[in-house]
């Protein structure tokens, strides 16, 4: 097996997203087909700023597994840890893109998904203690084994720099708040980096307001805190910083897929060793470009496409990376 520098944990699947946006799904005509899930979306932003990346995750025996394979494999990122279940069929998710800030998800997997049977016996152990990143998202404590699996993930780990946990709460994938707070804040104490918006926040440490919630984070033991705020901006705290960074406007056409660049971003910058702000500012341009555009893992930036933004003086996105 081969150790790669990014290794990230997690759901991925096959988007369906509408070539006709601002109108209702039952409208739609013609659709495009995307390869998906957070965690996979991360790998694929942070693979575009040419990181060694890989995903342990599952699919099912079917077409759609075999074509997320080759589509990850295109994208740059390697699909060596992929399980092929025989039994779950591969995730199918559909979003209804209604700009600006309209895009629900309606998540097809059940009764499970094959990213939600990954097992202690699937874990690439070298990989997990010698990764320069592990990223993994809340979606995967939601079920077992997965959620065992996490946990022995971060058993290995030995919350090393940089295990980020990206808190990612969709109470969609939960029939219990409660469980999903208890197994959120086991996980923070093993992890170094956390990421969430503050719903999210509130749900693993009990704060909304951005300040407090960034320090319970570090109270838990998390030693870099990101606070997303959409448009507002973004606050980060570590034990000795905290920098907060204005959001990147741009003109909206789906907002899905911007947690994930600013996540891939995230993972280039722990990996380059920058500083807290320019790491901030970096994530939040490249989250605001894939904002602007329809899909989300083929939209992801490259480094040069952000810098632009970053150099360009204006809010208008679309205006900077023409």
């Known amino acids: 097996m081969t150790n790669h520098a990014i290794l990230a944990v997690g759901r991925c699947g096959v988007d369906v997203y509408p070539l006709q946006t601002g109108v209702t799904l039952e409208e739609v005509s013609t659709f495009g087909k995307f390869l998906g899930g957070s965690p996979m979306n991360v790998t694929v932003a942070a693979a575009r700023y040419g990181e060694d990346c890989a995903i342990l995750t599952g699919v099912g025996d079917d077409p759609f597994g075999r074509w997320v394979r080759l589509e990850m494999r295109r994208l740059g990122v390697s699909d060596e840890y992929v399980i092929v279940d025989p039994v779950l069929n591969t995730p199918v998710t559909f979003c209804e893109i209604i700009p600006p800030d309209h895009n629900p998800f309606f998540f097809y997997r059940e009764p499970s998904a094959p990213d939600l ?6 874990i690439p152990e070298d990989n997990v203690r010698d990764a320069r990143v592990v990223w993994f998202s809340g979606t995967g404590l939601s079920e077992e084994p997965s959620y065992g699996t996490h946990l022995e993930i971060l058993k290995l780990r030995g919350a090393a720099a940089h295990t980020v946990f990206d808190l990612d709460w969709r109470p969609v994938f939960w029939k219990d708040t409660e469980q999903a707070r208890q197994r959120y804040q086991r996980c923070l104490e093993q992890s170094t980096v956390a990421v969430g918006n ?11 307001d951005p300040e407090r919630a960034a320090q319970a984070l570090l109270d838990r033991g998390i030693t870099t805190a990101v606070v997303k705020q959409g448009d507002r901006g973004t606050l980060a705290r570590t034990a000795d910083e905290t920098v907060f960074v204005p959001a990147v406007h741009c003109r909206t056409l789906n907002g899905a897929g911007a947690g994930d660049a600013f996540g891939g971003a995230l993972c280039h910058a722990l990996i380059r060793g920058w500083d807290l702000e320019r790491t901030i500012r970096f994530a939040n341009a ?6 602007s555009r329809l899909e989300c893992s083929t939209a992801m930036p490259t480094e040069a496409e952000v810098e632009r933004v970053l150099g360009a003086g204006t809010t208008d996105v679309l205006e900077a990376v023409a």
């Open 198 to 208: 503050l719903e999210e926040c509130e749900l693993a440490v009990g704060e909304n």
């Open 117 to 122: 049977q990954i097992r202690t016996t699937d």
């Open 286 to 291: 490249a989250g605001a470009i894939v904002a």
